[in-house]
T-cell receptor
Framework: EAGVAQSPRYKIIEKRQSVAFWCNPISGHATLYWYQQILGQGPKLLIQFQNNGVVDDSQLPKDRFSAERLKGVDSTLKIQPAKLEDSAVYLC?????????????FGQGTRLTVV | AQTVTQSQPEMSVQEAETVTLSCTYDTSESDYYLFWYKQPPSRQMILVIRQEAYKQQNATENRFSVNFQKAAKSFSLKISDSQLGDAAMYFCAYRSVSSNTGKLIFGQGTTLQVKP
């Protein structure tokens, strides 16, 4: 079974530029998450999709971050314009359902460096 | 709001020995799930073990076991017969049952070093 795919693995941009990350979840997984992991910290949820609807985006900085999940499959997370403090690893995860003890499967993440 | 705390930034263990990683959490809920995830240098988070709060029996998965103390809000991970491949960052995580989201709330992580 293929895992969660993310691209790119690494990205370096200058502040005020824009950047986009792509995620392809495990086939059949209805729930998709984007987490931000700042160096030395645990991941923090940015947004959760159930199919193509948003379940939780309470910690998404909506003035600069946006995300979409077209047709309930792939997802894109965008930052525009980027700030230095956005430097982090962005992890995508998916699960069959978004509740209970269901395991969330993670991708390898995109390491973003803003200079 | 729920919080998860891992008070050990780094731990080390000799190969084949046993090590325990600590985790405490704060919640007013009575039903929830707790998880331990492993994050190697590849950055991909891998589920190690999970515990349902309403189950008193501690979960075990091969060399990994937990000590779940609900009243103390403590959830420690014991790794027996440590192997070099166990070296990684370990995260404790909480998930609410009552919430309609599957959000995982993570601790700060513990870096485990395994010495040959």
């Amino acid at each position: 079974e293929a895992g969660v795919a993310q691209s790119p693995r690494y990205k370096i941009i200058e502040k005020r530029q824009s950047v986009a990350f792509w995620c392809n979840p495990i086939s059949g997984h209805a729930t998709l998450y984007w987490y931000q992991q700042i160096l030395g910290q645990g991941p923090k949820l940015l947004i959760q999709f159930q199919n193509n609807g948003v379940v939780d985006d309470s910690q998404l900085p909506k003035d600069r971050f946006s995300a979409e999940r077209l047709k309930g499959v792939d997802s894109t997370l965008k930052i525009q314009p980027a700030k230095l403090e956005d430097s982090a690893v962005y992890l995508c995860a998916s699960s069959l359902v978004g509740a209970g003890g269901t395991e969330a499967f993670f991708g390898q993440g995109t390491r973003l460096t803003v200079v | 709001a729920q919080t998860v705390t891992q008070s050990q930034p780094e731990m080390s263990v000799q190969e084949a020995e046993t090590v325990t990683l600590s985790c405490t959490y704060d919640t007013s809920e009575s039903d929830y799930y707790l998880f331990w995830y492993k994050q190697p240098p590849s950055r991909q988070m891998i589920l190690v073990i999970r515990q349902e709060a309403y189950k008193q029996q501690n979960a075990t998965e091969n060399r990994f076991s937990v000590n779940f103390q609900k009243a103390a809000k403590s959830f420690s991970l014991k790794i027996s017969d440590s192997q070099l491949g166990d070296a990684a960052m370990y995260f404790c995580a909480y998930r609410s049952v009552s919430s309609n989201t599957g959000k995982l709330i993570f601790g700060q992580g513990t870096t485990l070093q395994v010495k040959p």
